[in-house]
């Protein structure tokens, strides 16, 4: 079973759009990290944040802002007033920190290509 | 600069030939892994080294070796490459739980 879920496979939207990224992601681990990660075109692999499962508060940072929801599961990532330097394959990943699991190691989602036209 | 590098950046070769993917960091991070992109896939683990001379496989281990007999360096050998090891592999580096960084990835093309 996938540990990191990313549903959306592809979104287009117009510049200037909202638009928000979903994660959920299953553990059974009570220490875990969560992540997101960019990958433009280019193909390196640039990242954008990290939280940890006791600090369930939402961060922003510019543009980016991401809701962390222990509750259900989900790290959702949200662009506000997209651009097209934006357009990227997001990644949303999962480590787990308890004992037994491989420290460091990361699950990721799928990936979700954004598209965003002039 | 320090950092994270992995050599060659492009390889194209043939079915059944050996090929060796370098990684290389500079901070001295004990944990290092590979990891392979596929469509549709995303990152899948193929093995880690929690320090020099300690490797464990991951998720996608078949047909690859690694060695670490220096923090710093960590090959990825394919032994014998197929078609199906046609990917993007990137190499990241850790210590202890902070922020796992990745290399610059390496295109593999096995024809």
């Known amino acids: 079973a996938q540990k990191v879920t990313q549903a959306q496979t592809e979104i287009s939207v117009v510049e200037k759009e909202d638009v928000t990224l979903d994660c959920v992601y299953e553990?059974?681990?009570?220490?875990?990290?969560l992540f997101w990660y960019k990958q433009p075109p280019s193909g390196e692999l640039v990242f954008l944040i990290r939280r940890n499962s006791f600090d369930e508060q939402n961060e922003i940072s510019g543009r980016y802002s991401w809701n962390f929801q222990k509750s259900t599961s989900s790290f959702n990532f949200t662009i506000t007033a997209s651009q097209v330097v934006d357009s990227a394959v997001y990644f949303c990943a999962l480590s787990e920190a308890g004992r037994g699991s491989t420290l460091g190691r990361l699950y990721f989602g799928r990936g979700t290509q954004l598209t965003v036209w002039p | 600069d320090a950092g994270i590098t992995q050599s060659p950046r492009y390889k194209i070769t043939e079915t059944g030939r050996q090929v060796t993917l370098m990684c290389h960091q500079t901070w001295s991070h004990s944990y290092m892994f590979w990891y392979r992109q596929d469509l549709g896939h995303g990152l899948r683990l193929i093995y880690y080294?929690?320090?020099?001379?300690?490797?464990d496989k991951g998720e996608v281990p078949d047909g690859y070796v690694v060695s670490r007999s220096k923090t710093e360096n960590f090959p990825l050998t394919l032994e014998s490459a197929t078609r199906s090891q046609t990917s993007v592999y990137f190499c990241?580096?850790?210590?202890?739980?902070?922020?796992?960084?990745f290399g610059p990835g390496t295109r593999l093309t096995v024809l």
């Open positions: 990241a580096s850790l210590q202890g739980t902070d922020t796992q960084y």
């Open positions: 080294s929690a320090a020099a001379d300690i490797t």
């Open positions: 553990t059974r681990d009570t220490t875990y990290y």
